[in-house]
């Protein structure tokens, strides 16, 4: 079965950046493309970006755009997003979910993460 | 970007009643809309694409309508499981955006 499994939680000082994983199982990796979505404390999802795990082409959104990188590790099946320059703006449960377009993004985001909480605090 | 609005922000129902949300998009998005239920502590779950395409295991009490800026999600039958906060989004162009959230409660 398709399984995410992110890595743990983050405390980071402000300005500093964070790296979150996500380790894919149960698929052929490269099938799928992975979105990266945060969700601050009660609000809604908000989506961050796109990589296609096939050709490393990524979508960032443009709130996101010059402060974020996403990446794949196709020999350990890993997705990997980077925040850079973190405020307390930026605490948040970050989720990585799979999306089943290859190439190009389908817009639907299916298997999700179980989460990563990011803390911001001096 | 599209603007995805959806009403009511929260709705209070009993179980076995049919709750109906609505969700609209600042632009027309033709059928490229997803909904989602999230439970307390856990990530997003994907109920429908496509506007009305019920993924594999999702009840048949949940259906999805609509194209181009209106769109709803009906539950017939609520059951104590559906109660949870339940989010549009709209996968017509970057960036992806969500409804700001429906919260269903127990009346």
């Known amino acids: 079965q398709v399984q995410l499994v992110q890595s743990g939680a983050e405390v980071k000082k402000p300005g500093a950046s964070v790296k979150v994983s996500c380790k894919a199982s149960?698929?052929?990796?490269?099938?799928?493309?992975i979105n990266w979505v945060r969700q601050a404390p009660g609000q809604g999802p908000e989506w961050m970006g796109w990589?296609?795990?096939?050709?490393?082409?990524?979508n960032y959104a443009p709130k996101f755009q010059g402060r974020v990188t996403m990446s794949t590790d196709t020999s350990t099946t890993t997705a990997y997003m980077e925040l850079r320059s973190l405020t307390s703006d930026d605490i948040a449960v970050y989720y990585c979910a799979t999306d089943r377009g290859m190439s190009d993004s389908n817009g639907y985001q299916d298997y999700w993460g179980q989460g990563t909480l990011v803390t911001v605090s001096s | 970007d599209v603007q995805m609005t959806q009403s009511p922000s929260s709705v209070s129902a009993s179980v076995g009643d049919r709750v109906t949300i609505t969700c609209r998009a600042s632009q027309g998005i033709s059928t490229w809309l997803a909904w989602y239920q999230q439970k307390p502590g856990k990530a997003p779950k994907l109920l429908i694409s496509?506007?009305?395409s019920l993924q594999s295991g999702v009840p048949s009490r949940f259906s999805g309508s609509g194209s181009g800026t209106d769109f709803t999600l009906t539950i017939n039958g609520l059951q104590p499981e559906d109660f949870a906060t339940y989010y549009c989004q709209q996968a017509s162009s970057f960036p992806y955006t969500f409804g700001q959230g429906t919260k269903l409660e127990i009346k």
């Open positions: 990589i296609s795990s096939y050709n490393g082409n990524t």
């Open positions: 496509a506007a009305s």
């Open positions: 149960g698929y052929t990796f490269t099938s799928y493309s």
